[in-house]
């Protein structure tokens, strides 16, 4: 097809367009962030390509912007076909960048296709050898798949590159304690905090794991700096109530255990479980009862908090109403009633447990 450009009373200036041009586009955003002149500079050896690119940037200047209406969807696989029809491979791509072939290949991943995400960052890998999140999202991909060495590897490698990569810290920590190595779990959390200290859920996880290393007074540490900057978090103290009484200093146990019972739950969402059980414990149940009605009532989403009514009902002789919200979680949210076998155990006799439905 050829289309004229009418540039102005003496221009003749026309241009054939194929089923090859809008691919130019896309390489032009994927490798060089909307750049042209970087573009031709790595194509000037492939003649014909190299007079398209100029032609495409003189219609952009005189008539329209090209964008992704242009070109969309991106099909990988095609970019790749058009890359090996002219001999491109990464390493003689000398001018491009990975940004946008890094946005791709997290447009595929939360797409579910991490093969094909896969294969862009090994691509962006030999493009650009120092493009630490390639390796990051590279390593959480392996760990996915079970290769828990292959996975840390990329990512120690992605913050040997990029040392603020929070999120590698965080993902190797984890492998780590999966493995049950939970020195090295330590070891990676506690950068992880240094450089990001709002990160809440790695302090619990941290404190779990020198817990698990009988490292109780560095657990106390770690959740006590937390209480700096969330004082009135109900499952950090509920937590460093547990641990003060494993380390024997029953007076702060006691004292962590009655803030929780004096606390609002509605101040702390999260919590809410915790300060019920608490309170369960302590036999407080129409106190329970009444609080947690009060949330579910104002907040239709914080239905899963029934659970906590289940209990509560049971205690109270209230045995119908306490049936019929474990049939109501069994049918509408199964595995999130198994999921809390926990929660019924510690609460609950084995007889409460069948009265209420609950094998």
């Known amino acids: 097809m050829v289309i004229r450009l009418i540039l102005g009373s003496k221009s003749d200036m026309y241009f054939d367009i194929d089923e090859e041009t809008p691919m130019l586009v896309i390489l032009r955003d994927l490798f ?41 969807p991106i099909v990988w696989t095609e970019v790749v076909e058009f890359l ?34 896969k294969d862009i960052l090994r691509f962006i890998m030999r493009l650009d050898k120092n493009y630490a999140p390639a390796y990051e999202l590279y390593g959480s991909f392996l760990l996915e798949e079970g290769d828990i060495e292959g996975a840390i590897k990329y990512l120690n490698r992605s913050i040997e590159l990029d ?24 070891e990676y959390w506690e950068k992880e905090i240094k450089l990001s200290p709002s990160n809440t859920f790695t302090y619990f996880m941290l404190a779990d794991a020198y817990t698990k290393i009988n490292e109780i007074q560095k657990a ?17 103290l509920y937590e460093l109530s547990e641990l003060y009484a494993k380390a024997g200093n029953d007076g702060k146990a006691r004292e962590y255990e009655s803030l929780i019972l004096e606390m609002d739950p509605k101040s702390d969402p999260n919590g809410v479980e915790i300060w019920a059980k608490v309170h369960l414990k302590k036999g407080n149940y129409e106190k329970v ?3 947690v009605e009060t949330i579910i009532n104002a907040n239709p989403d914080a239905r899963h908090l029934n659970l906590i009514l289940a209990v509560a009902y049971i205690k109270m002789n209230q045995i119908e ?10 049918s509408d949210n199964f595995w999130y009633l198994y999921g809390k076998r926990e929660f ?14 609950i094998k």
């Open 32 to 72: 060089y962030s909307g750049d042209w002149r970087n573009m031709k500079k790595d194509f000037e050896d492939i003649q014909s390509l190299y007079d398209q690119i100029q032609m495409l940037e003189a219609l952009e200047e005189r008539i329209a912007s090209l964008n992704e209406i242009v070109y969309e």
């Open 220 to 236: 106390i540490e770690v959740l006590e700096n937390f209480r700096k900057t969330s004082e009135n978090n109900i499952i950090a």
């Open 289 to 291: 009862i009444q609080t």
């Open 344 to 357: 019924f155990d510690e609460l609950l006799t084995q007889s409460e447990k069948e009265l209420c439905g």
């Open 84 to 117: 090996e029809k002219y001999g491109l491979t990464p390493e003689k791509l000398l001018h491009a960048t990975a940004d946008g072939l890094y946005e791709l290949a997290v447009e595929y991943s939360d797409k579910n296709l991490n093969e094909v995400a």
């Open 163 to 186: 040392p603020w990569l929070i999120q590698s810290y965080s993902i190797i920590g984890e492998a780590y304690y999966n493995m049950g190595k939970y020195d090295k779990a330590v």
């Open 321 to 330: 109403r306490a049936r019929r919200i474990v049939d109501e979680l069994k």
